[in-house]
């Protein structure tokens, strides 16, 4: 938990999913962030739901080793229609996060309604919203072939805001013009 409370850290997150999983990675140095990765891990050519599992399992241990994360921040699906689609997802997100256990990895769960709000503003935003909001915050040009890579860089980039927002500042704003003077990085441009 100290690295996860020191002045820089690298965010882990991922978006999971059992025929794609979206992942990114960020560099946190006080309150600027950069992008170091994003990628996704395709499952759809495997038909066994264990060997998917064991797949989402290794490749977040490999990405964990490879990069040396502080933490990991996940979304956390939290209502479906489809109850067999609900259990297949929570046993993704449980797979990724006793990856980041093995590991000794502090784990932070988000709704994807929190995700959405916290990069575009808004809780209904369609990913490809997300998207680019997230390639002006981050100055990257390259358009991730699947939106479940922007979806995994999202968590991280959702966690991030959470300690910058809650570094002991409660502070509130008069009004939009307020708040985009004291947050100019939130901006589209």
Known sequence: MLREQSKERIILGIDPGTA???YGLVSEVKSKISLITLGVVKMD?????????????????????????????????FYGKNIQVMLKLGRAQGVAM???LSRNMPIFEYSPRKIKQSITGNGNATKEQVAAMLQSLLNFTETPQFL??????????????????????????????????????????
């Open 20 to 22: 794609v999983m979206g």
């Open 45 to 77: 050519h495997l038909d066994d739901h264990p060997l998917k599992l064991k797949r989402i399992f290794e490749k977040t241990t490999a990405l964990i080793d490879q990069y040396q994360p502080d933490c990991l921040a996940i979304e956390a699906p």
């Open 98 to 100: 006793a990856a980041a």
């Open 148 to 189: 479940d890579a922007t979806d995994g860089l999202a968590v991280a980039v959702c966690h991030s805001f959470q300690r910058v927002s809650n570094n002991g500042n409660t502070k509130t704003y008069s009004g939009w013009e307020a708040f985009v003077k004291d947050n100019p990085r939130k901006l589209k441009r």
